[in-house]
């Protein structure tokens, strides 16, 4: 049975950081490629990085470019969120998610199959 769930959210301090981490079972996670994605209160979800399989190249959404970092630990079949500065606008739930597809590439937030539950971010003074 594929699952994804995230831990590591709270509530955290303008400028302050958190590490999201997204444990996966059921499959093997260093084969496919596994996105982070968040929605705010009253927003649409968004796409905020992705890393593929193997070579694992990585991508960022340009509002937390050079200060979030995602990273894989096959061995514990886990992907983190480094969220460094974080912003009062980077509240939101954020979830892990992946399309399971063999190609291990990044792809848009439709093609996502499969989901966790998500955990919430709260940055505020």
């Known amino acids: 049975q594929v699952q994804l769930v995230e831990s590591g959210g709270g509530l955290v301090q303008p400028g302050g950081s958190l590490r999201l981490s997204c444990a996966a079972s059921?499959?093997?996670?260093?084969?496919?490629?596994i996105g982070w994605f968040r929605q705010a209160p009253g927003k649409e979800r968004e796409g905020v990085s992705c890393i593929s399989s193997s070579a694992g190249r990585t991508y960022y959404a340009d509002s937390v470019k050079g200060r979030f970092t995602i990273s894989r630990d096959n061995a514990k079949n886990t992907v983190y969120l480094q969220m460094n500065s974080l912003k009062p606008e980077d509240t939101a739930v954020y979830y892990c998610?992946?399309?399971?597809?063999?190609?291990?590439?990044?792809?848009?937030?439709?093609?996502?199959?499969?989901w966790g539950k998500g955990t919430l971010v709260t940055v505020s003074s």
């Open positions: 998610a992946t399309d399971l597809s063999p190609l291990g590439l990044c792809r848009s937030q439709p093609r996502m199959i499969y």
């Open positions: 059921g499959f093997t996670l260093d084969y496919y490629a």
